[in-house]
């Protein structure tokens, strides 16, 4: 086992770029900047006394998705998946490190650096309880604001909006060890289905390896589509297809036989990683989420493979 970790380690880490560009179809005509002109909102979320974790029916529901290799219900994965969750939620970031040999800290700072995130931007990152994104966005907000020369104006606090509450806890936690309070960083429970969050009120909307968990994606879609500005940016990233060959035998033989142990160990919870290596495999690859994302009404969409497709970013925009 400690073998071919080594060895996956090793094969992704001589790829030339990890934020190598394979887009499709071509780049977006560019980020922020070129539609700041267009109004920004402050708001930020109030009192959400409503049950987050039950959204409001969707137009495909009743029906049944994928939790790992099973076949559930909406409401059976959105049970299952917050369990899971929960169980992990203390040791997500140690796991993170170790499934992925460090490299999800990478391909994170090279998501955070294509958004491109300015003080003035009200972002909404979804599915993001533990603060990994939302902590490397209020980086680069300060670096930009020192770029700028300028002092802090009453930026626009990064909104972090999670269903589960211990992940939301651990990124609590981790905020106030940072000194970053709710000027700064707002974390609130919601689900990606059903967000409480004004219509039109943000001006990008993240989502970083959540999307695979939502029970109904392409309602997610219509709900970011729903609370972006027009002008707004939609970025995801996530697992992918890998599409090299060699490389994806290697990457199938770590993720089903090394991640559920290296769980156990940590975790003493197999089950709940090999969900995740399954949930994996089931989502939808690079070019079907692209579709899913023109669906929903998404202008301007790119795919970008990083480290062979391990990962892959999505781009897109509310014209």
Same mark, same amino acid.
């Given at each position: 086992?400690?073998?071919?970790?080594?060895?996956?380690?090793?094969?992704?880490?001589?790829?030339?770029?990890?934020?190598?560009?394979?887009?499709?179809?071509?780049?977006?005509?560019?980020?922020?900047?070129?539609?700041?002109?267009?109004?920004?909102?402050?708001?930020?979320?109030?009192?959400?006394?409503?049950?987050?974790?039950?959204?409001?029916?969707?137009?495909?529901?009743?029906?049944?998705?994928?939790?790992?290799?099973?076949?559930?219900?909406?409401?059976?994965?959105?049970?299952?998946?917050?369990? !899971?969750?929960?169980?992990?939620?203390?040791?997500?970031?140690?796991?993170?490190?170790?499934?992925?040999?460090?490299?999800?800290?990478?391909?994170?700072?090279?998501?955070?650096?294509?958004?491109?995130?300015?003080?003035?931007?009200?972002?909404?990152?979804?599915?993001?309880?533990?603060?990994?994104?939302?902590?490397?966005?209020?980086?680069?907000?300060?670096?930009?604001?020192?770029?700028?020369?300028?002092?802090?104006?009453?930026?626009?606090?990064?909104?972090?909006?999670?269903?589960?509450?211990?992940?939301?806890?651990?990124?609590?936690?981790?905020?106030?060890?940072?000194?970053?309070?709710?000027?700064?960083?707002?974390?609130?429970?919601?689900?990606?289905?059903?967000?409480?969050?004004?219509?039109?009120?943000?001006?990008?909307?993240?989502?970083?390896?959540?999307?695979?968990?939502?029970?109904?994606?392409?309602?997610?879609?219509?709900?970011?589509?729903?609370?972006?500005?027009?002008?707004?940016?939609?970025?995801?990233?996530?697992?992918?297809?890998?599409?090299?060959?060699?490389?994806?035998? !290697?990457?199938?033989?770590?993720?089903?036989?090394?991640?559920?142990?290296?769980?156990?160990?940590?975790?003493?919870?197999?089950?709940?990683?090999?969900?995740?290596?399954?949930?994996?495999?089931?989502?939808?690859?690079?070019?079907?989420?692209?579709?899913?994302?023109?669906?929903?009404?998404?202008?301007? !969409?790119?795919?970008?493979?990083?480290?062979?497709?391990?990962?892959?970013?999505?781009?897109?925009?509310?014209?």
């Amino acid at each position: 086992m400690r073998a071919l970790t080594l060895a996956l380690s090793r094969t992704l880490r001589r790829a030339p770029k990890l934020c190598s560009l394979t887009a499709v179809p071509s780049a977006p005509l560019g980020g922020f900047a070129r539609r700041r002109g267009r109004g920004l909102s402050t708001a930020v979320p109030g009192d959400h006394t409503s049950d987050a974790s039950k959204p409001a029916p969707s137009a495909e529901e009743p029906g049944d998705t994928h939790f790992g290799n099973e076949r559930v219900s909406f409401d059976e994965k959105r049970e299952k998946v917050k369990q !899971v969750f929960s169980t992990v939620s203390e040791r997500y970031d140690v796991m993170n490190d170790l499934m992925s040999g460090g490299l999800h800290r990478v391909w994170k700072d090279c998501f955070v650096r294509e958004l491109n995130p300015l003080p003035e931007m009200q972002i909404l990152d979804v599915a993001g309880g533990t603060g990994d994104i939302a902590f490397r966005i209020v980086e680069r907000m300060r670096q930009a604001e020192a770029a700028q020369d300028q002092t802090s104006t009453g930026a626009c606090p990064v909104m972090v909006c999670d269903i589960n509450e211990d992940m939301l806890a651990v990124g609590k936690k981790k905020a106030e060890d940072r000194g970053l309070d709710n000027s700064t960083i707002v974390f609130f429970q919601g689900d990606a289905e059903n967000l409480p969050v004004d219509d039109e009120s943000i001006d990008a909307y993240v989502i970083s390896f959540g999307m695979r968990n939502v029970p109904n994606p392409a309602q997610a879609l219509k709900e970011a589509m729903r609370v972006l500005k027009y002008g707004g940016r939609f970025m995801m990233l996530e697992f992918a297809k890998v599409n090299n060959p060699l490389l994806s035998q !290697v990457y199938d033989k770590y993720s089903i036989n090394v991640i559920p142990e290296i769980g156990h160990v940590v975790t003493s919870d197999r089950a709940a990683y090999k969900y995740l290596v399954e949930s994996i495999r089931q989502f939808h690859g690079q070019e079907e989420f692209v579709e899913l994302m023109k669906e929903a009404g998404f202008k301007e !969409v790119t795919s970008t493979d990083m480290t062979f497709g391990v990962v892959a970013q999505y781009s897109g925009y509310k014209l």
